[in-house]
């Protein structure tokens, strides 16, 4: 999938033109769930930890970013949570204490804004960050720091996030529909477009002497900055109207639309036009709400 050329940065500049608004006046905050800064020595499994007669209720998934693909989990890998649930203050379990003794020493040495573990206050066997006010909060949409494509997944809680799968808080009482209308915008093809053209190409792969090299341009990896995501241009009336066509609904729906129902006139098969109509000047266009098909099915009106 290649956007350089071809009207991509005029039609990149006239999305964000058209926009009334940008995502992050609709945000709580964007950022990581943890930092452990020994990934290896908490993030062991579920099998190991039960051997280890750690309590279950001091273990919960620890999602990466390689993990977060095709908009779901391809799997869980279970990590030591060590913190109280009703709490979130440490918790030093005698299984905990004894499973982590014999990396005491190197976890009491993590380095964080230029203070060791101890110095900064904090237990030796716990994380170096874990942030408390975006876990107490369970719903977040998860994405993939670096990837090929956008993969947004919404999450319930009862997980933790490290620094490669960043997780989207929604500002307070921010219900799931909510969640699910901004769901829908992150993983269209528009959104896809629109960040490839703003966050950082890694290349696909890296040559013999370790320099990043592209191949195809599909197979790039992009790095999902949260800080530029802030910026992404959010459509007309999204997320502060709860009396829309309900986004599950447009969810359900989606897969039975095809590409020229969804955008046809957005995305015409021969050129593309990147002027908006001067009857709806100043705000997105049709195709980003809500429509019905001629059968009556709804569906996201986005290719």
């Known amino acids: 999938m290649e956007h350089r050329g071809g009207g991509a940065a005029e039609l990149k500049e006239w999305l964000d033109a058209a926009a009334s608004m940008r995502l992050k006046r609709c945000l709580g905050e964007i950022g990581f769930g943890v930092v452990t800064r020994e990934d290896d ?6 099998g190991p930890a039960m051997r280890s007669r750690i309590p279950s209720r001091l273990t919960l998934p620890l999602i990466v970013g390689e993990e977060i693909r095709n908009w779901g989990y391809s799997s869980l890998s279970y990590a030591i949570w060590p913190y109280e649930a009703a709490t979130l203050e440490t918790d030093g379990e ?5 499973f982590e003794w014999p990396w005491k020493t190197q976890l009491s040495d993590r380095v964080a804004y230029g203070k060791t573990q101890i110095e900064r206050g904090l237990e030796w066997f716990e994380y170096s960050m874990f942030f408390r ?5 369970p719903l977040s ?3 993939a720091f670096v990837a090929t494509h956008n993969h947004f997944v919404l999450d319930r ?3 933790v996030f490290n620094r490669s799968a960043p997780i989207i ?15 829908g915008f992150l993983n269209s093809s ?3 477009f629109w960040m490839q053209q703003v966050f950082h190409n890694k290349g696909a792969s890296v040559d013999a002497r370790g320099a990043r ?4 341009a599909w197979d790039n990896f992009y790095e999902h900055d949260g800080t530029k995501l802030q910026q992404f241009p959010s459509p007309r009336a999204s997320l502060r109207s709860r009396s829309r066509v309900p986004s599950t609904r447009w969810l359900q729906n989606w897969p039975h639309a095809s590409p020229h129902q969804s955008a046809p006139n957005a995305f015409p098969t021969g050129s593309v036009s990147t002027r908006p109509s001067s009857r709806r000047s100043g705000s997105f266009p049709r195709w980003w709400h809500g429509k019905r098909s001629s059968t009556g099915s709804a569906f996201i009106s986005m290719a």
Do not use: M
């Open 190 to 192: 528009v959104a896809c």
């Open 169 to 183: 808080k929604l500002r307070e009482h921010a219900n799931v529909d909510e969640h699910l209308e901004l769901l």
């Open 133 to 137: 006010d975006r876990f107490r909060t």
């Open 141 to 143: 949409i998860a994405f």
């Open 157 to 159: 809680g009862g997980k």
């Open 94 to 98: 005698s299984e905990v204490i004894r």
């Open 213 to 216: 090299q592209t191949t195809v």
């Open 41 to 46: 020595v908490f993030r062991i499994g579920a």
